[in-house]
């Protein structure tokens, strides 16, 4: 069963980084900032690679566990495989109508948050994930991850922690979902983008379009990591 509070902690996090970052600062002074490019890693890893491709398009990695995957993009998102990949699948079967959930021309500014709507999720694709002993397993024991996550924070370092993992991974969720809103314009996909927008979201904004008509077509790198 999806719990309630799960549509809360995934927003938490998100915005985390307006505390975490002020305080890698205090810590590290102005050399904390070198955790900002080091967010493009997290979000390859986490989304373009794991959360889209992997989550979303059953693919799976070369040389990484589908379990080690998993738990990189729940470390980087708190939301369920299943609800993440039910939004995408539902975004592509119904793309730039009002039943897409990452659709800006019907949704706003929706998409940009890391929260989720019940009647925006693809119940075949939900059906699929929980007969996913691994997907299934995050749902079911979501409170024990996230303790488990906490206590880990606690434990280790509290300053490598806020800048290697909160900090990167909860501006690597904004510019998630960042990315699926901006990637659709005037009812399609965009098809030409910026300088700043192919190096925000990791090389992936050039290859939407083509994605779309083609599910398995990705951006090189990511298909590099890809099994054929």
């Not at 938490?12 to 900032?33: D, E, G, K, N, R």
């Not at 939004?87 to 009002?98: A, G, L, N, R, Y």
């Not at 021309?105 to 996913?132: C, I, S, W």
């Amino acid at each position: 069963m999806i719990m309630g509070w799960a549509r809360f902690l995934p927003l938490a996090y998100q915005f985390s980084w307006l505390i975490t970052l002020p305080l890698c600062v205090s810590i590290w002074s102005w050399h904390a900032l070198w955790v900002i490019p080091f967010t493009g890693l997290w979000h390859w890893l986490s989304f373009s690679l794991t959360g889209h491709m992997i989550i979303s398009h059953g693919g799976q990695s070369r040389w990484i566990p589908d379990s080690v995957m998993y738990m990189l993009y729940f470390c980087n998102s708190y939301i369920p495989p299943a609800i993440w990949a039910s939004h995408h699948i539902q975004h592509h079967k119904h793309s730039d109508t009002p039943r897409d959930p990452q659709s800006p021309d019907y949704q706003g500014f929706n998409p940009m948050l890391a929260y989720y709507k019940p009647e925006h999720l693809d119940l075949r694709t939900l059906v699929k994930h929980r007969k996913n002993t691994l997907s299934d397993g995050f749902n079911r024991y979501y409170f024990l991850i996230v303790s488990i996550l906490v206590v880990i924070m606690v434990v280790l370092p509290m300053s490598w922690v806020t800048i290697l993992w909160l900090v990167p991974g909860s501006l690597s969720l904004n510019v998630a979902t960042f990315s699926a809103w901006y990637t659709h314009h005037n009812y399609s996909p965009r098809e030409q983008f910026p300088l700043w927008a192919n190096v925000l979201f990791t090389g992936e904004s050039q290859y939407h379009a083509r994605h779309h008509t083609d599910w398995n077509h990705c951006e090189p790198m990511t298909a590099w990591m890809l099994k054929n």
